[in-house]
């Protein structure tokens, strides 16, 4: 019987446990943080064994195969030592692909990951079986366990791609790249472009690649490290043949000489940045043969995602925006790019190594007072200082929430878009962006 050993006990990691379990593997969950009484009860009810507050290395180093949950960093001196004995170390989307024959579709990209991935299964929902996995919801593997999907759409981050090895994907979708998490990459932008990439290493040309032709690292990239599979770029500048494009107001998707045109008026959800996510979407769908009219309905029913651009309440003609989801500069400039009125901004957490400058011309525009939002708050005093009247520090989201509402005006917008993760302050931007809008229910 081979061993699996699982390193980490949250959605991923305790998916994976009962999918190794399920194909006969001897299963071993090991966390060293405290694993959730939810997940204890999954794994005691199926008598997997765990252990958490620990990493026992007598129970781990004599392991067929790890998979290690993405939150684990490759430095970490357990993770050396298992790659040093030569044990193979897989993420859970390549563990768990393998025991399905499913038609899967990857979504990586440093921004818009959640939405496009939640709007590309909104779409394909309405025509066909499919799960939506990966970094959101339910785990892929334990997906695979209770009810195998035909088809599923996976949400992939680079640290899930770093651990792939075989993971192949039918249509692998590119959104963009910009500096991000570059503290698990030695902080070489490089090594981090590099790993989104992998999403097509082992496409052949019956796979698809779909990617935005607008982003210089992404097409710089392709022409020095092509890669096999079908191109199909999307982009709002340049007409495309095979692919998508903006003509005028109307998104137009061609694939195999079948052309689908939609007018971006009608889209649910708001900003430049959305018609590249509606675009890659709806080119998944055009691919997998969904229908045009429910293409065009989908796009314009979809409700959005929470934490991202989140409209919570209209106070007193302001309204409040949780952007909670917002963990780095990139995500953020799209933001304040959608601003529409005088924003009060609240920002701030730890920071990733982040240089603020593509931020300044909105800040300048758009900004009229920052909150800062976090632990350590000099590298944003230092950057935006002097570039708005008003600018207040504090540690409590209830206390930013009260200042916002003192300095806003009607007709203005206050936008929770911290550019940073959440971690200083919070467990996750989850638990941040729920606790706005509590506090702003509680004004």
Same mark, same amino acid.
């Given at each position: 019987?081979?061993?699996?050993?699982?390193?980490?006990?949250?959605?991923? &990691?305790? &998916?994976?446990?009962?999918?190794?379990?399920?194909?006969?593997?001897?299963?071993?969950?090991?966390?060293?943080?405290?694993?959730?009484?939810?997940?204890?009860?999954?794994?005691?009810?199926?008598?997997?064994?765990?252990?958490?507050?620990?990493?026992?290395?007598?129970?781990?180093?004599?392991?067929?195969?790890?998979?290690?949950?993405?939150?684990?960093?490759?430095?970490?001196?357990?993770?050396?030592?298992?790659?040093?004995?030569?044990?193979?170390?897989?993420?859970?989307?390549?563990?768990?692909?393998?025991? !399905?024959?499913?038609?899967?579709?990857?979504? !990586? &990209?440093?921004?818009?990951?959640?939405?496009?991935?939640?709007?590309?299964?909104?779409?394909?929902?309405?025509?066909?079986?499919?799960?939506?996995?990966?970094?959101?919801?339910?785990?892929?593997?334990?997906?695979?366990?209770?009810?195998?999907?035909?088809?599923?759409?996976?949400?992939?981050?680079?640290? *899930?791609?770093?651990?792939?090895?075989?993971?192949?994907?039918?249509?692998?979708?590119?959104?963009?790249?910009?500096?991000?998490?570059?503290?698990?990459?030695?902080?070489?932008?490089?090594?981090? %472009?590099?790993?989104?990439?992998?999403?097509?290493? =082992?496409?052949?040309?019956?796979?698809?690649?779909?990617? #935005?032709?607008?982003?210089?690292?992404?097409?710089?990239?392709?022409?020095?490290?092509?890669? *096999?599979?079908?191109?199909?770029?999307?982009?709002?500048? !340049?007409?495309?043949?095979?692919?998508?494009?903006?003509?005028?107001?109307?998104?137009?998707?061609?694939? #195999?000489?079948?052309?689908?045109?939609?007018?971006?008026?009608?889209?649910?959800?708001?900003?430049?940045? =959305? %018609?590249?996510?509606?675009?890659?979407?709806? !080119?998944?769908?055009?691919?997998?043969?969904?229908?045009?009219?429910?293409?065009?309905?989908?796009?314009?029913?979809? *409700?959005?995602?929470?934490?991202?651009?989140?409209?919570?309440?209209?106070?007193?003609?302001?309204?409040?925006?949780?952007?909670?989801?917002?963990?780095?500069?990139?995500?953020?400039?799209?933001?304040?790019?959608?601003?529409?009125?005088?924003?009060?901004?609240?920002?701030?957490?730890?920071?990733?190594?982040?240089?603020?400058?593509?931020?300044? *011309?909105?800040? =300048?525009?758009?900004?009229?007072?920052?909150?800062?939002?976090?632990?350590?708050?000099?590298?944003?005093?230092?950057?935006?200082?002097?570039?708005?009247? %008003?600018?207040?520090?504090?540690?409590?989201?209830?206390?930013?929430?009260?200042?916002?509402?003192?300095?806003?005006?009607? &007709?203005?917008?206050?936008?929770?878009?911290?550019?940073?993760?959440?971690?200083?302050?919070?467990?996750?931007?989850?638990?941040?962006?729920?606790?706005?809008?509590?506090?702003?229910?509680?004004?």
């Amino acid at each position: 019987m081979k061993r699996l050993v699982v390193l980490g006990g949250g959605e991923s &990691g305790v &998916g994976t446990a009962l999918l190794g379990r399920a194909k006969g593997y001897d299963v071993f969950v090991s966390d060293k943080g405290q694993i959730k009484d939810k997940y204890k009860e999954v794994l005691i009810h199926n008598e997997i064994e765990f252990e958490d507050g620990e990493h026992s290395q007598e129970k781990i180093l004599n392991a067929d195969i790890v998979m290690k949950s993405p939150g684990i960093p490759n430095k970490a001196p357990l993770v050396k030592h298992i790659r040093a004995i030569g044990i193979p170390i897989v993420s859970e989307i390549e563990f768990a692909s393998k025991f !399905t024959d499913a038609t899967l579709v990857a979504i !990586t &990209g440093s921004n818009g990951k959640t939405t496009t991935a939640s709007l590309t299964h909104h779409v394909l929902k309405q025509d066909m079986k499919v799960g939506l996995a990966g970094n959101i919801g339910e785990s892929f593997a334990k997906q695979i366990v209770e009810n195998d999907y035909p088809n599923y759409v996976l949400e992939v981050s680079s640290f *899930q791609l770093d651990d792939i090895h075989e993971f192949k994907p039918k249509i692998a979708v590119l959104l963009n790249i910009t500096p991000d998490h570059l503290d698990r990459y030695d902080y070489e932008f490089e090594n981090y %472009i590099q790993s989104k990439f992998k999403i097509a290493q =082992n496409q052949t040309q019956d796979d698809y690649f779909i990617y #935005d032709a607008d982003d210089p690292v992404i097409t710089n990239w392709l022409v020095k490290h092509p890669v *096999q599979s079908t191109l199909l770029p999307f982009s709002l500048i !340049t007409p495309i043949e095979n692919g998508a494009y903006l003509d005028n107001d109307n998104i137009k998707i061609t694939i #195999d000489n079948n052309q689908i045109i939609m007018p971006t008026a009608n889209l649910a959800l708001e900003g430049k940045h =959305n %018609i590249k996510n509606a675009m890659a979407a709806s !080119t998944v769908a055009h691919l997998l043969k969904i229908r045009k009219q429910t293409i065009r309905e989908s796009l314009e029913n979809f *409700q959005g995602v929470e934490h991202r651009l989140e409209h919570v309440l209209k106070i007193n003609k302001v309204q409040y925006i949780n952007d909670s989801k917002a963990t780095n500069v990139n995500a953020t400039y799209y933001a304040l790019e959608s601003m529409d009125a005088p924003t009060v901004w609240i920002v701030g957490g730890e920071d990733k190594g982040n240089d603020y400058q593509e931020l300044f *011309q909105f800040v =300048n525009e758009k900004v009229k007072a920052i909150i800062c939002l976090g632990v350590d708050n000099e590298k944003l005093m230092d950057n935006f200082g002097n570039m708005v009247d %008003i600018i207040v520090e504090t540690q409590f989201v209830s206390e930013a929430v009260k200042i916002a509402y003192k300095i806003a005006e009607a &007709g203005d917008n206050v936008l929770l878009s911290p550019a940073c993760a959440s971690f200083d302050l919070f467990e996750n931007y989850e638990d941040r962006g729920r606790q706005f809008k509590d506090a702003v229910r509680n004004l």
